[in-house]
C-alpha cells in the first residue's frame, strides 16, 4: 500500500499506490483525488487510511490545486492561498502531499534546517521549472541544497510518455535529459530524467528515484492508461518531537 522513503532524520516520506483502499471501479481502490469524479467520502477514507500507513496526520495534510504551473506557496496549515504545485513547510506535523498519475511527484527534505518539500512536476511544470522553484523556496526558509535528499516518485517512463516531435523538443529545450525515444521509436519524454537534472543543477546531488512506470504498472494509476482514473501520492512531513 505504501513505500516509505528515507529522507533524514526526523522526516517521514513515502509514496501511495493503488491497493488497500474503499473506492470503487475505475478508482479502485485507494483513490486520494478530490477532483476526478469519485465519491467524496470515499476519498476522505482513503486519505485516513494512507495517513495511518504512512503514519502521518490525516486532519493535518496539506492538499494542492495542482495547475501545471510552477508557483509554490508556503503552508502553516492546511489551506493555500491558491492553485500551486509546490508547497513548502517548517511547520512539524505537517504533511504535504503531491496528487499524480504520470507526473513525477518529487518530495524533498534538509532535515537540519527543518525545511521540507513537495511538488508536481509533469510535462509543463517541468519544463517551467516547478522543482528548481520549489528548492529555492525552500533555500529561502533556511535549508541549503548540499544538506537537501530528494525522491522522485513513479511517473510514466520515456519508453512509454509518446508526444509530438515539438513537444519534446520544446521541453529538452530547457531540460535536455528529459529528451526520450519510446520503445516504438517515437518520440518520448523522460520526466524523472528531467527532474534529476534540474535537481543536480539546483546543487541536490542526494536523490533517488523510484524506478516504477505508472502506464506499465497496475499497481499504480494512469491517465495515459486508464483517463478516468485515481491519483495516488508523495507525502513529506517533518516529524514531531524529533
Ligand atoms: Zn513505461
Not at 476519498?43 to 494542492?64: C, H, K, Q, S, Y
Not at 503531491?98 to 517541468?126: E, I, M, N, Q, W
Not at 543543477?201 to 499497481?219: K, L
Request: glycine residues 14%; negative net charge.
Amino acid at each position: 500500500m505504501i513505500t516509505a522513503v528515507a529522507l533524514g532524520d526526523g522526516v517521514g516520506a513515502g509514496f501511495t499506490g493503488r491497493a488497500g483502499g474503499v473506492s470503487g471501479p475505475p478508482f479502485d481502490s485507494l483513490n486520494l483525488g478530490g477532483a476526478v469524479g469519485d465519491d467524496p467520502a470515499a476519498v476522505l477514507d482513503n486519505r485516513r487510511r494512507a495517513a495511518a500507513a504512512l503514519g502521518a496526520d490525516p486532519e493535518r495534510t496539506v492538499f494542492m490545486r495542482q495547475v501545471h504551473g510552477a508557483e509554490v506557496a508556503f503552508a502553516s496549515s492546511t489551506d493555500l492561498p491558491g492553485p500551486v504545485d509546490a508547497v513548502v513547510t517548517t511547520v512539524p506535523g505537517l504533511a504535504l502531499a503531491v496528487l499524480v498519475a504520470d507526473c513525477a511527484p518529487v518530495l524533498l527534505a534538509d532535515p537540519a534546517a527543518g525545511v521540507v518539500g513537495a511538488a508536481h512536476s509533469g510535462r509543463p511544470g517541468t519544463a517551467a521549472g516547478v522543482v528548481p522553484a520549489l528548492v529555492k523556496a525552500m533555500c529561502e526558509r533556511g535549508a541549503d541544497p548540499a544538506r537537501m535528499a530528494a525522491a522522485i516518485g513513479p511517473a510514466a517512463c520515456g519508453r512509454c510518455y509518446e508526444v509530438p516531435a515539438e513537444m519534446r523538443d520544446e521541453v529538452a529545450a530547457t531540460v535536455p535529459a528529459a529528451y526520450a525515444t519510446t520503445s516504438k521509436g517515437t518520440p518520448g519524454l523522460d520526466i524523472r530524467a528531467g527532474v534529476a537534472e534540474q535537481l543536480a543543477s539546483a546543487g541536490v546531488t542526494r536523490v533517488t528515484a523510484d524506478g516504477r512506470c505508472t502506464i506499465e504498472d497496475p499497481g499504480l494509476y494512469s491517465y495515459r492508461r486508464d483517463g478516468r482514473t485515481g491519483r495516488f501520492a508523495g507525502y513529506v512531513w517533518l516529524k514531531e518531537g524529533t
